[in-house]
């Protein structure tokens, strides 16, 4: 039932060209940039890019010992003397904060016996002292101090300094390469920052910093978030205000950048039938927007799914058959429906139940605002559904309600701020793992491997937010790690993204068993709806195969 139309090189949909045309605000020029990546032969990825740990060695050696990464915000180093161990598989590197304006990089390890300067990150230090033996060096990695220094007559200690490694910022990102050969971090990065230029990253603050460890390789786990093809099948629950297989994709140099525009209802819903809005709807009853089926989350965690025949069938939240008739149901509809919630939504869920007597709010109304406002968005989503495609009246609603959100923050800068940059989904990749969203949103992505284990990885998601720029700038967010066996609830200050992430991730760790099982020995990528990731592996190849 999902749009399948063939012969062209698009979806039926609305072209995002036209929602800017009909955008209530000036655009800016960097959303009208077409560079649209050259459909060449087919990309066709060995399997063995994923699973191999002698591909993993090659991409140690060819590419993380030579391309420019992210290794950290300044706001995770912000005083004089504060310093933060960056990792990657078996590489480790200590960034520190010299000065007021100054960052340094070094290979974490003593140059007396191998010892790491530092196991983990630390504050206001003067110097960097070896815990094993004493050696110690100043702040900006020349040599100290040694121990009984008569005892290495040989030792010049004009010879003794730190070894570095390149730094370059971005965005108020500190960015280290390894390779003292590498071509400047400006021709690397390109014009990147020419699409930040409403709110730049430098004006933002380090609101919240989430980091976690996934059983696939980071391949696996960044593609995961590199397109919008897989709304359709993981998050089908925001279809009616999503038009996923209209995104649109560019790539330019080093970094690609895809948009998905919101407001505006996928290409998939337009040829399934019109249902009638449920009769008894809530946050935890919704029904399927492709086959139509109604999941209905029961007191006991399962979930109750009713098919367009009549056919029942009760899962658990992952959607394993429990008993009934119906013997399949759709797994990321019942886990966001039954999975865990929010702590706002355990509340609703709670009084649902009758858990929750009038009394136990003490006299507030957030269960009943928060209510209120699950209802409005799913009476919002049903208004999406119904309405022709190039109708902009909810993009322009959805604008301006995002403006006076931003205002005491922002102040009349919103007043220039068009309609698709406060809706819609505007990501990018800068190559290999930074993964920056564009215009008003505050996610960033970083993913990399973890320790030399290619079936394992950490994918990290960073809010930066506003602040009023004539007020002092916020604390920075401390690194929340959650264990891989964590549900991504776990992280509060993500909001909506932690259940979001729990479909996200659910996929990978299959993926990687998958890639493990297949009998084929490549992985195959769509055309246009996987630009982004086509262009990595492009970028990719090239990387490994430089001498």
Known sequence: MTETLTGTDRSAGVAYNQLLAED?????????????????????????RYISREWHDIEIEKLWKRVWQMACHEDDIPDVGDYLVYELADLSYLVVRVGEEEFKAYYNACLHRGRLLRNEDGKRARDLRCAFHGWTWNLDGTLKEIPCQWDFPY????????????????????????DPDAEPFEDFVGDLESHFTLLPYEKRYKEAHVAKVLRCNWKVAQEAFMEAYHVVATHPQILAGICDANSKYDVFGNYARAITPNGVPSPHLSNVPEEQPLPDASPFKMRHPLTGAIYDTQEDGTVLVTSRDGRTGLFTEGGVWINGDLGEADPHMCQWLAGKQLEADDE??????????????????????AESAAEEMDKRMEQMAAMPSNDASVREIGAAAIRDGLRPVLGDLVDNVPDAELNDSIYFTLFPNFHPWGSFNRIVY?????????????????????????GERPPAAPIHWIDV???????????????????DTYNLPRVQLGLHATKKDRLQFGNYGETKIRHFHQLLDNWVSRE
Not at 489 to 503: D, I
């Open 485 to 503: 066996d964590d549900d991504w609830t776990a992280a509060p200050e993500l909001g909506m993204l932690a259940r979001v992430f729990n479909q």
């Open 24 to 48: 209530s605000h000036p655009v800016p020029e960097y959303l009208l940039r077409d560079s649209p990546l050259d459909r060449g032969e087919p990309t066709l990825v060995p399997v063995e």
């Open 348 to 369: 609703l869920w709670r009084k649902r139940r009758g858990d929750i007597l009038p009394a136990d709010t003490n006299g507030s109304d957030e269960i009943v605002e």
């Open 155 to 178: 030792v010049n200690p004009d010879e003794q300094s730190l070894p570095e490694v390149k730094v370059a910022r971005w965005g108020g990102f500190i960015f280290i390469n390894p």
């Open 446 to 470: 970083r993913f990399r491997p973890n320790g030399n284990n290619p079936d394992e990885s950490i994918m990290e998601c960073i809010y930066l937010a506003p602040y009023p720029q004539d």
